[in-house]
């Protein structure tokens, strides 16, 4: 999605003018296609293509390439699809590392036969493709809705998983009470009104409480977003939104916590979707294992919002590498970010 560097009129203006740029250059298209087609013929610059599989009832899109002997699996967060939430990720770390990224089940090219809206589904999907690739050993970087998949799978495949980073997800430690507060804030009744828009206003609304600092988007442009990522796929996200709320307990009953990975929590100081509340339980249940690193100017989205500062962090933990985090202290929270 493009981004203006203000909120100024002068701004926006320009920005307006690059997007209707694009528009007529793409002519029937949409602007979302177009940006889709760019960032994938930069990834293939880098060796990493889109493919697609079949297993059992499951179709399967991903990302696959890169370089590098050690891979990492990446998952996405409700809403998006492997391109648009981890793409900086991909152009960067396929440099260093083969890269898998797929689309989770009934988000972008991805779906399913079988009528099972279920995180294990969604696990059990991620585990097939990573056989079918001859994967069987990894490190794994989950986003949100996607760290919730990662430790599910790190559940059911444990001694595969190499290093864990969480970014913006609370994963095992969720509890359906987390999501109370921006309910009530906002005087929503329900999770899929908040994070299922259906109009340029709830995206609006949504992409104020994702970002720190939220882009621009003109209406005409959020519409298309609405169209291509919310609406084609209602039902099954609904599904999928109402199964983790009624099944929140159960996932942490039958999950043995912390798992034997190390794992490193990304997190954004303003995120509002996942209070900071839950990046600290998570790391007091993981306990010795992880690490918490918070950011500063980002919201639900610190991967892109401070990717050049994440990026990098991300490498380094996967490497083995030496992790450090600055204490600093930001409103009434004691945070740490990393240096």
């Known amino acids: ?96 590392y083969r890269v898998i990224a797929p689309d989770l089940l009934w988000f972008g090219k991805s779906v399913s036969h079988h009528e099972d809206y279920s ?39 444990p001694m595969a998983v ?33 994070l299922l828009p259906q109009d340029p206003d709830d995206l609006r609304r949504l992409m104020k409480l994702a970002y720190y600092r939220p882009p621009w988007v003109p209406r005409w442009l959020a519409q298309q977003v609405v169209d291509e990522f919310y609406t ?8 999928m939104l109402r199964n983790v709320q009624a099944n929140t307990d159960q996932h942490r009953e039958t999950y043995v916590v912390p798992p034997q990975q190390e794992t490193l929590i990304v997190w954004g100081s303003n995120d509002r979707v996942f209070p900071p509340e ?23 989205a610190p991967h892109l919002e401070r990717r050049k500062d994440v990026i990098p962090l991300m490498h380094r933990f996967l490497a083995g590498e030496e992790i450090t985090c600055r204490h600093h202290v930001d409103g009434h929270h004691d945070w740490t970010e990393a240096s």
Not at 66 to 84: D, S
Not at 232 to 239: A, G, K, L, N, Q
């Open 119 to 157: 995180i294990q589904h969604q696990a059990r999907a991620v585990k097939s493709l990573l056989e079918y690739e001859g994967i069987d050993n990894y490190h794994i970087v989950g986003l949100s809705y996607g760290g919730m998949v990662t430790h599910e799978l790190i559940g059911i495949d």
């Open 162 to 194: 190499d290093r864990v980073v969480l970014v913006a997800s609370p994963a095992r430690a969720f509890l359906a009470d987390d999501k109370k507060p921006v309910l009530a804030e906002l005087k929503l009744s329900s999770v899929e009104e908040l």
């Open 278 to 300: 839950a990046a600290k339980r998570l790391q007091g249940e993981l306990g010795d294992y992880a690490q918490l690193c918070v950011f500063d100017e980002a919201a639900h």
């Open 232 to 239: 084609p796929r209602r039902h099954e996200h609904v599904s």
């Open 1 to 96: 999605m493009i981004r203006s560097s203000s909120s100024s009129p002068l701004a926006r203006r320009k920005a307006l003018g690059r997007l209707s740029l694009v528009a007529a250059l793409c002519g029937g298209c949409s602007v979302l296609d177009y940006a889709s087609h760019t960032r994938a013929k930069r990834l293939a610059r880098r060796g990493v293509h889109p493919t697609a599989v079949t297993l059992g009832d499951d179709d399967m899109r991903y990302w696959e390439g890169g370089q590098g002997e050690e891979t990492i699996v990446f998952l996405h967060g409700f809403g998006g699809n492997a391109l648009w939430q981890w793409y900086p990720q991909l152009r960067k770390l396929s440099r260093s």
